[in-house]
């Protein structure tokens, strides 16, 4: 086509690239809108090229994926420390987010188990897990922070010490004997050159 | 006018003027120059060339030399830093605080989809495409207190911009201009004074492309589907509801759109705005209406 400029095969190569799945296309109106060689519908044919909300579908591989229902933890702001005069007395920067750890029920049995065991101790006495943040300047980001905190917490908890296997255990325990025989053979070398070097014990024959 | 009137417009012409004969026509202004003599008083004796030194030696320094000392041209060092420069595209900000400011003075309508024509309506931002600006960069200045639903077109946003206006249940969105649609967008009445069809806008360069194309930014030319996917990343990475959108009473609005070759929102490339008359004149022959499509 002599109109077609040279960018848009660049342009339409990125796009294949990036759609992998095969959807079904909704079948749309012919609109009165204007539409160019360029125009969404053609460079994602089977899209729907509607903004949508979706709703978060858990993973049934994983355990904990990362969601965390906010209508479930309590977040208050507070004014946040340290040097900044008016601005940091008057801004509510300081995120804290808290929840009961017992009755959070987003969280997987075994999970909540082993925070429990972690966190146990950093609990307050109505048993609220709690999590704060004011390393920025802005309220948005010290939330950000705060639930990446939590995210972390979580995975960390998911995680079980690896007991190491009977190869690895059989191996770890003759290092420590080797070290042992060599620490004795050592000392036995250094015990017969210090007494080379003293006077001759007599003998009574 | 067609071609097929001119020519007749040609032939009446000729009908009616007189014959051409070499006593009635005469050069085009500036076709004959007088030539310049190297003999007698005015082009004679030093030929033009005045009096000794290097003019009618001709032994001419160097362009830029100046005598001995160290030229202009030497004077300041290459640095690598600034390597480029002139090919870098530049996003004068426009904060977050200022966008509230004139959303809560009124000075700009939010219940239409709102771009860079009019914010520079608004009075509270201006840019020079002259000067490689390429558009607006919104920043998070006042991305705490942003508190405005709102369906807005820039040409470059963080996330944290991104995630301060989807939490109030709006829509942003990151397109590519050309320094030409800018120029019109800046001024859209006085480019329709001038009569001119609106033109296409052109697609990204290709360092740009990547950018424009990503749902993580927002892009324009990027898939729909994959933004609302990444609509839930962020409100659960920045801690907060996600709006439903669908069932939001403005959501034609905020959905609207701008085709990648259109520039004004409403108005097709090729069109030409008479404000005089009130009227738009459109293109019939295929061919033009063909281009304008493409």
Redesign the interface.
Known sequence: ?A???L??P??RR??QS??KQA?YSILLQKSM????????DT??PN????????A?TPNPDEKFT???P??KVD?HYSASSGPGGQNVNK?H?KVDLRFKLDEADWIPTDIKQKMLEIHGKKLTKEGYLIIRSDTTR????N??D??RKLRVMIRNATFTESKPDPETEERIRQRHLKSARLRVSMKREEAYKRALKRPPTVVDL | MGSRQITEKALTMLRSLPRVSLGNIRDNPGYKKNPKRGRGQHGGDKHGAGNKGSGQRQNYMRLGYETGNNPFYLRMPHEHYYKGHHLRRQYPPFSLHELQLIIDKDRLDISKPIDIASIVKSGMYNFTPDEKHFGINLTDVGADCFAAKINIEVQWASEQVIAAIEKMGGVITTAYYDPHSLYLLRDPKKFFESGQSIPRRMIPPPDAIEYYTSAKSRGYLADPEEISKDRLRLAQKYGYELHVLEDDPNYEMLCERKDPRQIFYGLEPGWVINLKDQCILKPKDSELQRFFAS
């Open positions: 086509m109109f077609m400029p960018g848009i660049l342009l990125v796009m990036g759609s959807k809108t204007y539409k160019s060689a360029i125009s969404l460079l994602y899209s729907s090229l509607k903004l949508a909300t979706p978060f990362g969601h965390i906010l209508n977040i801004v920067t802005s309220q948005q980001l939330l950000a705060c639930l």
